[in-house]
């Protein structure tokens, strides 16, 4: 063979090379919706502001912002990698952009976790953002037990992630929103964000994984203490089981 002959050498690309740009696009088109955005930035801003540096509710505690803030990093987790996520992907399977994939080298494992990265990496500025407002509002928050609290989002992220999918795969594109949104303003109401959440003991974690976060995002940012083992528990076996019915139900139409 003479030099410089072109040889074709059709393949499929590496997995790795396929999740990167899998994970890149998901990102530039979450980017690109600014309704989501407002959704998922928006509406915990407004809270944080609201309950936060005002008395428009009552709180069980007189450090407002150490009760309001991680709560609110708590919602805003849910509603990207929940709210958003439902929305977003029952309207894609609806317009056909999943059945595209389908038919592409991407896998259905290799989309749930190209999906989940990209919430992952969003999940993260926001709350970056979100906590410097905090701070320049006045929270003061604990270094000490960090990590703990970026493992209890992480595992929080992957089950809202899991749940959406599911219903996205589940339901038509208009009931996945109403569903979505409904859940989103029951969290609300009960997850203990603007209000305190119903006492329900150790079961109450297991029943509002939004409670649950919120509880352990307060026990070690503003409180500097160990997070509660059964919201280790409860958060691991959302993320489980969501994740585990997401993958074996998700459909490409």
Known sequence: MSTGTFTPAPGRAPLRVILRKQIRMELLLTARRGEAIV??????????????????????????????????????????????????????????????????????????????????CLVAVQIVVLALVG?????????????????????????????????????????????ATLIYVLMLAAGGIMFAAPDLGAAGHFLLPLAAHAEALRSTLTEGAAVPGTIWLSLSLWAALALTAAARKFRWE
């Open 39 to 120: 959704l998922a930035m928006g509406v915990p801003l407004l809270v944080l502001l609201g309950a936060g540096l005002t008395r428009a509710t009552n709180l069980p505690t007189d450090d407002r912002l150490g009760y309001v803030v991680p709560g609110v990093l708590a919602l805003t987790v849910m509603s990207t990698a929940f709210t958003g996520q439902a929305i977003t992907t029952g309207y894609e399977r609806s317009y056909g952009v999943l059945k595209r994939l389908g038919a592409s080298p991407l896998t259905r494992p290799g989309l749930l976790f190209s999906k989940t990265a990209a919430i992952l």
């Open 135 to 179: 701070v320049v509002a006045g929270w003061r928050p604990e270094p000490g037990h960090l990590l703990s609290a970026i493992g209890v989002t992480v595992l929080a992220a992957a089950a809202y992630c899991g749940l959406s999918l599911l219903i996205a795969s589940l339901l038509r594109p208009e009931t996945v929103t109403a569903a």
